[in-house]
């Protein structure tokens, strides 16, 4: 058999030959005794590979991986890999389904038994009878996907649209897992571990582009992704079990707040039209706000207690973020469903509806809101428009820089303004972030550095002697 | 694969989007398996499964293509391009011998499933002839569809294909000419 004799009876399986080819094939395969024996042994080959679909270990790998790490707390995750969120969705949805099908349910978070009691509201089951499995839980982490304008997008501000429903435990039993872009910026922190988004998360680095956010203390933030062309928000929660005195104080249409409550029977909400309550799973409740007011969250438990939580829903504000501006330099910022457009400075910044769009060029150096009216609700901007400045007026004020070595720990800037700072011989510099520029003065002994946004960065600067610095930098407003 | 689920999940209803990942999560894990990167499998099952739920709305429930076809092409793209991102050697794959230098498989051939050797023997074959054996004859691709994915002409995986078979059908020889009801429980 000769490899030519193998392409032939390749051919001759996938049906690929012509009439005539195929039967020379047939009529040695009459008379070729080896020929034939290879052809047996290729139809037996695609039979068996046809058969062959996932196997055990595939189907293990799938569904056992994300209980085990559900069930057994944060340092799993290091070791199994970020594989556990994305694979929660398909276990956690199995082993409610299999668990609501044979007793009580044991929930892969907290581990804690919880009767499915005889109550008015039975949260077990859906409406038509089957197990409640906890997909729409689950799937969040899945769905967390943080999506950058793309390359060729240009100056375009990708619409700042909190992705409503992301939360994560203050124990870090539920992180949230990010698919981030390679270029991609958290809040001028680079991946490294340590405290991002004020104080509540923290975005650990785990293998290839997964982030994995968990909370550090209660509260909600705002974490954003940056690169060139624009920038994404995703709005935080970080929530606990709220105590009974506790005002839990929602936004309407905004972020689901979710509160852990393991053993609940039933509950009940004042006024529906002012909150909108879902049980997420068996221990925990979706509360979204739907209109500004008050009400009052009771719920009743299996061990015989009842609380109370009074609730707060305030009006919408949607604050855009700050869009940092050069003098005549336009750049697009996306707004669907804007039906009107107000500026309160005019002579600083110029603004044209572009369809769906609207065209932002600064005229001079300054701050202007730009208020964009969508439905009922008003989406507020804060436009900076930078002056321009050349190089010699960068450095004016370079008499009195001080030092590098001065700024040992963290360099603090103020938006918009430009810092001086007296490097000494540099071999190079760079910065972290889109939103930080630094240029050297023509001497090479003194760094200008300015930042168009409040952030947090690093200044990575190498001298002259080999040495390299890595130096924080905080821009506040 | 219930088309109305994968309807559903179009919708970006959640609930619907978790049942098809865990239908189809294992055939996404032996893909990742079978065609991925070494050594990455997690990760790469991972962003597999982000990237199918990405390209979702594209599948045309009423078009021609059966869904578990058109994710098996789409995994397989989204691996490719992957790989390419990886792409660890300069060596043409196919240049590699054909049948690796492991011990005669009919040695150990004695008990055990032909399932169990072929996926041995899938191992050992270079990437490019694997991947084409795995997207014709296991997962039943046409020859063009492979050779588009693959980004080569159609004779190339002709080549690649017979050269598969060629190097499993003699590395499995004993196995194969088990009767098949006796030989795959």
Redesign the interface.
């Given at each position: 058999m000769t490899p030519r004799d193998w392409e032939l009876l390749s051919s001759w399986v996938d049906g690929a030959l012509t009439p005539d080819e195929a039967r020379a094939v047939e009529q040695r395969l009459s008379t070729d005794r080896d020929f034939a024996l290879a052809a047996a042994r290729l139809g037996s080959l695609e039979t068996a590979a046809r058969a062959l679909g996932p196997t055990a270990a595939d189907v293990a790998t799938w569904t056992s991986t994300a209980s085990t790490v559900v069930a057994g707390g944060l340092s799993l995750w290091w070791l199994l890999g970020p594989l556990a969120l994305v694979l929660a969705a398909g276990a956690v949805v199995a082993t409610r389904t299999s668990t609501a099908t044979e007793g009580p349910a044991t929930s892969a978070l907290t581990g804690q038994r919880e009767p499915r009691g005889p109550a008015p509201h039975d949260m077990e089951r859906s409406p038509n009878g089957g197990p409640m499995p906890d997909a729409s839980f689950a799937a969040q982490t899945l769905l967390l996907t943080l999506l950058t304008a793309g390359a060729d997008a240009g100056p375009t501000e990708a619409p700042f649209t909190a992705d409503a429903g992301a939360f994560v435990d203050d124990a870090g039993t539920r992180p949230i897992l990010l698919q981030v872009d390679e270029r991609m910026l958290l809040h001028g922190n680079d991946w490294e571990p340590g405290p991002v988004c004020e104080t509540s998360v923290r975005v650990d680095r785990l293998p290839g582009r997964q982030r994995m956010v968990t909370g550090r203390g209660l509260g909600r933030c705002r974490l954003r992704a940056a690169r060139d062309g624009g920038s994404r928000t995703l709005e935080l929660h970080v929530v606990d079990q709220p105590s009974a005195e506790r005002t839990l104080e929602l936004v309407v249409d905004g972020a689901t707040t979710i509160v852990r409550v393991p053993g609940l029977v039933r509950f009940s909400i004042g006024a529906p039209t002012v909150v909108a309550v879902e049980r997420k799973t068996p221990s925990r409740l979706g509360l979204q706000g739907a209109r500004a007011g008050t009400t009052t969250l009771e719920a009743w438990f299996a061990d015989g207690t009842h609380r109370k939580w009074p609730i707060l829903v305030k009006p919408a504000e949607l604050e855009g973020p700050s869009i940092a501006l050069k003098v005549k330099v336009p750049k697009v910022l996306s707004l669907e469903a804007t039906s009107e457009l107000r500026v309160d400075d005019p002579s600083v910044v110029e603004v044209k509806p572009l369809g769906k769009s609207v065209l932002l060029t600064g005229l001079k150096g300054g701050r202007a809101v730009l208020e964009a009216v969508q439905g009922a609700k008003t989406k507020r901007f804060v436009l900076e428009v930078l002056a321009p400045q050349t190089r010699n007026e960068l450095f004016a004020r370079a008499q009195g820089a001080p030092p590098l070595a001065d700024f040992p720990e963290v360099l603090r800037l103020r938006v918009g303004a430009v810092t001086v700072i007296r490097s000494g011989p540099l071999t190079s510099f760079s910065v972290a972030g889109g939103w930080l520029e630094a240029v050297r003065s023509e001497d090479g002994q003194l760094l200008a550095i300015t930042a168009s946004r409040p952030l947090e960065s690093h200044l990575f600067v190498q001298r002259d002697d080999g040495t390299l610095l890595w130096i924080p930098v905080v821009a506040d407003r | 694969m219930d088309v109305e689920l994968v309807r559903q999940a179009q919708t970006?209803d959640?609930?619907?989007?978790?049942?098809l990942?865990?239908d189809v999560?294992?055939?996404?894990?032996?893909l990742v398996?079978r065609l991925g990167i070494g050594g990455?499998g997690?990760?790469q099952?991972?962003?597999v499964?982000?990237h199918l739920?990405?390209v979702l709305d594209r599948f045309d429930p009423a078009g021609p293509a059966k869904f578990t076809t058109w994710l098996t092409t789409v995994v397989t793209r989204f691996l490719l391009m992957e790989r390419r991102k990886h792409r660890p050697e300069t060596i043409p794959l196919d240049d590699r011998p054909l049948v690796a230098s492991t011990p005669d498989p009919s040695e150990h051939a004695e008990g055990q499933s032909?399932?169990v050797l072929?996926?041995r023997a899938l191992t050992q074959l270079p990437a490019g002839q694997r991947r084409a054996?795995v997207l014709?004859?296991?997962q039943?691709l046409e020859?063009t569809a492979v050779a588009e994915l693959e980004e080569v002409p159609v004779g190339t995986i002709?080549?690649r294909?017979?050269?598969a078979?060629?190097a499993?059908?003699i590395s499995?020889?004993p196995a194969?000419?088990r009767p098949?009801s006796g030989g795959?429980p």
């Open positions: - | 970006r959640r609930r619907a989007q978790a049942r990942l865990r999560g294992p055939l996404l894990a032996a398996r990455e997690a990760d099952l991972q962003s499964t982000l739920l990405a032909l399932e072929l996926e054996f014709a004859s296991m039943g020859l002709k080549s294909l017979a050269r078979r060629m499993l059908a499995l020889g194969l000419d098949q795959v």
